[in-house]
Every structure is written in structure tokens, then in C-alpha cells.
């Protein structure tokens, strides 16, 4: 109708929701892993930055792009195997300074198991 205006707080939760369309919450974590490229076989340790059930922030070393396949093995220190996952890169932003880069990595599909096994370890580091 003409005359009405969308308040500020819709607008910032449309653009907010155009921006980020995660369904699980991210935690912010530090793990290590080994990450490797089938496409070309090359192998690489990262750190998480955060994770959630489908979805891993990593820093990394540079070279990988956007669209890539990515196999990926998170070292839980559970005393279990690493939790491995398949994903792509989402998207990537040099870390200024270093040969690193961030990258979101979009994985295959959810894995809460190993989301459990990562919220007992962080509790668990948290109540030390």
C-alpha cells in the first residue's frame, strides 16, 4: 500500500536472513584436521574456527577455491577416531599476513553424532 514503510528492525532481519541461511548454530571451536582435495590429492592440516552439524569454518592454507570437494578428518580429543565428512568450499577469504585463508565449508550432510562428541569435549573444557 502506498504511504507504508517497513520498520528498520524487517528490513535488518531480511537482509540478515539473505546473508546467512545456516540452519544449525555455529559454535566457535578449535580443532585440528587434516583436510585433502581429491581432485588433486593434495593433503593439508587446517583448524576449525567454528562448526555446527553441516558446516565447518576452517583456516587453511591457501589455494583452494570455491565450488572444490573437500574430504575432511576433525581430531576430536575424545580418545576416538577423527570424525571424517566430505564437503565443498562455500566460499574463502585470504588471512592477511600469512599464506592462510578462511574458508566455510559446506558439508555433505549432518553429522549431530559428531556434533555431540564436539559439545562434551567443549562442556567438559569449560567446567576445568
Known amino acids: ?3 507504508l514503510k517497513t520498520s ?7 537482509e540478515s536472513a539473505t546473508l546467512d541461511r545456516r540452519i544449525f548454530a555455529r559454535l566457535p571451536i578449535k580443532l585440528s584436521a587434516r583436510i585433502l ?10 583448524e ?9 569454518g576452517l583456516q587453511m592454507p591457501r589455494g583452494v577455491s570455491s565450488g572444490t570437494p573437500l574430504e575432511l578428518w576433525l581430531r ?8 571424517y565428512s566430505r564437503g565443498e ?5 585470504p588471512v592477511a599476513g600469512y599464506p592462510l585463508q ?8 549432518a553429522h549431530l553424532m ?6 562434551w569435549i567443549q562442556r567438559n573444557q569449560n567446567s576445568n
Open 1 to 3: 500500500m502506498p504511504g
Open 8 to 14: 528498520p528492525s524487517i528490513k535488518r532481519r531480511q
Open 37 to 46: 582435495n581429491p581432485l588433486n590429492g593434495s593433503e593439508s592440516d587446517a
Open 48 to 56: 576449525t574456527v567454528d562448526i555446527s552439524a553441516n558446516g565447518v
Open 76 to 83: 576430536i580429543p575424545d580418545m576416538h577416531e577423527p570424525l
Open 89 to 93: 568450499v562455500v566460499w574463502t577469504q
Open 102 to 109: 578462511r574458508a566455510g565449508i559446506a558439508l555433505e550432510r
Open 114 to 119: 559428531g556434533l555431540a562428541r564436539i559439545l
